[in-house]
């Protein structure tokens, strides 16, 4: 099993909002960072496009959306002990980019396709 966010998590990652809004037939770029992860601050973008979700390392310059949250609570997110889409509203999550965009890909998060891919990006399942 590997660590989530590790350096070996990091060479082949899932997003899960990414994987669900690609799913919903959603196209776009989706930039993450996560602070305070066990080997500090981790950056990677999800370019989502034609169903799919390609992964580069870094946050594009040029990213549609963004979103920020402490490893505590990217965890809990994977785990379904946080709603991400509470944790935008009460500000735990960080966000940019147009409304209508970032609504978009986090209403993507209430299906199956993105508990699937919390379980993959915590090791879970293959």
Known sequence: MVDYLSEAWLAAPVDPLAEAFAANGGSGTIARIVTKAPDGEVRFTAVVSDGGVRYAMGTAADADVSFTDTYA???????????PNAAFMRGATKVTGPTGLLLDVIAASRSDVFRSACARALGETA
């Open 73 to 83: 609570n990217a965890l809990a997110i994977l785990r379904g002990e946080l709603d």
